[in-house]
């Protein structure tokens, strides 16, 4: 019988240079206000705050679909730099990291499916596939009590 195989778990040091990296040296991310709450080989949760300046609807006060897809781009982003840190767990932590500079976005569909209203959104990703060239991921934006507001399909460009 053949042994299961363990999961990969990523170093302190990788998840630190990585939440930094995500949360404050990407500045768009920081302007969004992007925070990391789950950061796994094969899934990543962010949450956002709704703040005044995201509002997309001054009367309804429904955040910006722009925000929207931005921040779904940047989660299905960070969910391919976690599926190829622990494809390369070979790599010391930092060097992991470097796999970053290549990673580009190539295609991203959003559908909005409900307005984004309320205080805080959970957004999610996992990869669909990690190619050696190209990789794919799904996203989703959540709202108050997990209710599902918008979803994603990205492609990225990975070396």
């Given at each position: 019988?053949?042994?299961?195989?363990?999961?990969?778990?990523?170093?302190?040091?990788?998840?630190?240079?990585?939440?930094?990296?995500?949360?404050n040296k990407i500045v768009f991310n920081h302007l969004l206000g992007l925070k990391i709450t789950l950061l796994q080989p094969d899934k990543v949760v962010?949450?956002?705050?709704?703040?005044?300046?995201?509002?997309?609807?001054?009367?309804?006060?429904?955040?910006h679909g722009g925000v929207i897809s931005a921040s779904l781009d940047a989660v299905g982003g960070l969910?391919?730099?976690?599926?190829?840190?622990?494809?390369?767990?070979?790599?010391?932590p930092l060097e992991r990291l470097k796999r970053f500079s290549k990673l580009g976005t190539i295609d991203l569909r959003v559908d909005y499916l409900?307005?984004?209203?309320?205080?805080?959104?959970?957004?999610?990703?996992?990869?669909?596939?990690?190619?050696?060239?190209?990789?794919?991921?799904?996203?989703?934006?959540?709202?108050k009590d997990g209710q599902?507001?918008?979803?994603?399909?990205?492609?990225y460009i990975v070396s």
């Open positions: 019988m053949k042994a299961a195989p363990q999961p990969v778990v990523f170093e302190p040091e990788f998840i630190a240079a990585l939440t930094d990296l995500f949360e962010v949450k956002l705050v709704m703040r005044p300046d995201l509002v997309g609807h001054f009367s309804t006060h429904r955040i969910a391919i730099l976690a599926a190829n840190g622990a494809r390369h767990m070979n790599e010391l409900r307005p984004g209203v309320g205080e805080q959104f959970e957004i999610r990703a996992e990869v669909l596939r990690l190619g050696s060239r190209v990789a794919s991921t799904r996203m989703e934006f959540f709202g599902l507001l918008s979803t994603g399909i990205g492609a």
